[in-house]
């Protein structure tokens, strides 16, 4: 039926030249009424046939292209109207809708959108050592539940805060800083609590370690939980004419291992003990990433700490990286092998017996210095891992470290472990660990970890 309008249209342009044209030759007029009786007849066969089809009436405007097409062509035939006539009415005339809004993402803003990413992440381990001394042996714990809240809080800054939760623990802001995106000459700046940036191990969270625990060095200079501050930083994407990937980070801190303090500015008992610069911890760390072709990358760094307070122990900490990912482009992320080890070098001056003592100043012995009164200690880590499967990791770690404040004592380990991944939402992890340890009793010891770690809502990946 569609195909009537059409017909109709072309019997009104064949007919309107006999009444637009008295003068013309009686031959054109019985040529058009032969070709106007033919039109009828066609379109009458047409309804008759679409009746005895049962179809519905013609359709208010055409659908296809094909009859778009033809309509616009009956009307090119017909000529146009005397200037001052009256423009014929109907359907086809009649004015067309007013364009209405655009609806659909981004149109419209839900509340939820003003709403910041909030995720949970779950801890749960198993211990087991043939070592009484060890803490929480063969015993299951529930060993943290991180809440996180990530969001931009406007086109030039966002902010990250994490809250833990520790078995038998209050709970504790692990980071809560904000990041200044888009400051002048390639800088990007941070204020508030944050993991400073010593190294690569140091950045990560528990549950995003890639071992159950962490490294001996580590926990020997910054302790179990890793290092964090109160303070400020900065870093600078050094342009450079190689087109080199190659980051500088200076960092400010109040100090190592601060205490919980009263609210800032309410009343002391007695005068508190004047604060200099050089009472701040101090933190750079330079970094530099460079591909060695479309499977393998290397990435190295460096890093520097001081804490040279007026009043109580230095010490100086320096630390070296090492990098190498071997992830094939045409194995879809599915094989892949990761080799990182670090450095530190631990130099620690104690100035008084009653200083207090730092996560990098442990049980400080006046027998136990150097001629100088200072002591110096080094440890190491080194672990690769391979990607077997989509869902399957196995890796080995090697630790050594001397013990600080023990100048002779030292601690080493072998840490084997699969970690499997059903989803990205959790992951099961079996591991194995022999240790010897100079500060146990006994220094020999067997131990096993099981841990199971999930997450819900959105996290925002950790550092690469």
């Not at 599915?334 to 620690?348: A, D, K, N």
């Not at 001056?349 to 009653?354: A, M």
Request: hydrophobic share 40%.
């Amino acid at each position: 039926m569609r195909h009537l309008r059409c017909l109709s249209l072309a019997l009104v342009a064949a007919m309107f030249p006999m009444t637009a044209s008295g003068d013309d030759s009686t031959q054109e007029i019985e040529q058009l009424r032969r070709e106007v009786q033919a039109l009828r007849q066609a379109v009458r066969e047409l309804r008759e046939a679409l009746e005895q089809q049962g179809q519905a009436a013609p359709a208010a405007a055409a659908e296809t292209e094909r009859e778009k097409a033809l309509e616009a062509e009956i009307r090119a035939a017909m000529p146009q109207p005397t200037p001052g006539a009256a423009a014929p009415t109907g359907p086809e005339t009649a004015a067309a809708p007013a364009a209405q809004p655009a609806i659909g993402p981004g149109v419209g803003k839900s509340s939820s959108i003003l709403n910041p990413d909030i995720s949970l992440n779950g801890d749960f381990t198993f211990f087991g050592t043939d070592n009484k001394q060890l803490n929480k042996a063969n015993r299951f714990s529930f060993r943290e539940a991180e809440i996180g809240f990530q969001a931009p809080i406007d086109p030039f800054a966002r902010a990250d805060a994490f809250v833990t939760f520790g078995e038998g623990e209050a709970a504790e802001i692990e980071e809560a800083y904000a990041t200044f995106l888009t400051l002048p000459f390639n800088l990007q700046a941070r204020a508030g609590k944050f993991r400073v940036s010593f190294g690569k191990n140091n950045l990560l969270h528990r549950h995003a370690l890639p071992q159950t625990d962490r490294p001996f060095a580590e926990a020997a200079n910054f302790g179990e939980e890793g290092l964090a501050g109160t303070g400020a930083g900065v870093s600078y994407l050094v342009p450079n004419p190689w087109d080199q990937y190659f980051l500088l980070t200076a960092e400010v801190v109040n100090g190592l291992g601060e205490e919980i303090e009263e609210a800032q500015g309410v009343p002391l008992e007695e005068p508190a003990t004047s604060r200099a610069f050089r009472d701040f911890v101090y933190v750079g760390h330079a970094q530099s990433f460079f591909d060695l072709d479309a499977d393998n990358n290397i990435e190295m760094g460096g890093s520097v700490l001081f804490s040279l307070p007026k009043h109580g122990d230095q010490t100086k900490i320096y630390g070296v990286d090492l990098t190498y990912r071997w992830r094939p482009l045409g194995q879809a992320g599915y094989r892949q092998f990761l080799w990182r080890s670090e450095g530190y070098f631990t130099q620690q001056e104690v100035r008084s017996s009653d200083s207090a003592a730092g996560p990098a100043a442990l049980f400080v012995d006046d027998a136990l210095l150097t001629e100088d009164g200072t002591l110096d200690s080094a440890g190491f880590y080194t672990y690769g891992e391979y990607r077997l499967t989509q869902r399957i990791w196995l890796g080995t770690r090697v630790d050594w470290d001397e013990i600080p404040a023990h100048r002779h004592d030292t601690e080493w380990g072998v840490h084997p472990y699969l970690t499997v991944a059903p989803t990205e939402f959790g992951y099961f992890r079996l591991g194995y660990q022999y240790a010897e340890s100079d500060r146990l009793e006994q220094k020999r010891s067997h131990r096993v970890w099981l841990q199971y770690n999930f997450s819900l809502g959105p996290h925002a990946a950790h550092a690469f």
